[in-house]
């Protein structure tokens, strides 16, 4: 029975990797913002290891990043889905497009708030 249940989770675990490997390079192929927030992280984190931070600080950097990409991503769902649903403009699909798209920049400015900050106090040490 626990050999079963393994099986069973190995097999789940291997689909959502799946899963999240066709999402991820679909977004890559189509979405040139994913691609610039990837190089943007990139940058982000090389400094965040240069930078004589705490761990603490370091985390928060590379999470916020993280999350940056994660919600470019949540937006590049909602555009395609509100693309298949509503091909022609309409005010509620321009809603959806748009609050993606503001939660993408929020994301964006918090991280950028971070760095401000964390930049600062490097400055005053």
Known sequence: M???????????????????????????????????????????AALAFWLPLTPAERALILSLGILLLAVELMNTAVETVVNMVSPDRHPLAAKAKDCGSAA??????????????????????
């Open 2 to 44: 626990m050999l079963a249940w393994l099986a069973a989770e190995g097999l789940r675990i291997g689909r959502t990797c799946l899963w999240t490997w066709r999402g991820w390079t679909a977004a890559w192929t189509s979405e040139k913002s994913l691609r610039q927030w990837s190089l943007a992280n990139i940058a982000s």
């Open 104 to 125: 993408v920049a929020l994301t964006a400015l918090a991280a950028g708030v971070a760095w401000v900050v964390l930049l600062w106090g490097q400055w005053g040490r």
